[in-house]
């Protein structure tokens, strides 16, 4: 049998910072989305550039989703090791 080289507590803090990196990357792209919004910048280009950011803030939004569903996995991982390290 393989040896388990893992602490569940560190797994744990682990993922409490993928959660919060989710949180703040999301808080970020609406933060970004309003201030790109309330620019004083209308015409061809402020389109174009609005039509970019709202495509690259699509992709970043689909990167948070996965990087959040990382925390529950490795809550899950906490889990069962601690139950195989008899905690």
Not at 42 to 61: P, V
Request: proline residues 2%.
């Amino acid at each position: 049998m393989s040896e388990v080289h893992a602490n569940p507590d560190d797994l744990r803090l682990f993922a409490s910072d993928v959660r919060s990196f989710a949180e703040n990357a999301e808080d970020d792209c609406v933060a970004l989305r309003g201030r790109f919004n309330r620019l004083d910048w209308d015409d061809d280009q402020q389109r174009r550039f609005g039509e970019e950011l709202t495509e690259t803030i699509t992709h970043l939004r689909n990167l948070i989703a996965e990087v959040d569903r990382l925390a529950p996995v490795l809550d899950g991982k906490a889990s069962h090791l601690e139950r195989y390290q008899g905690r």
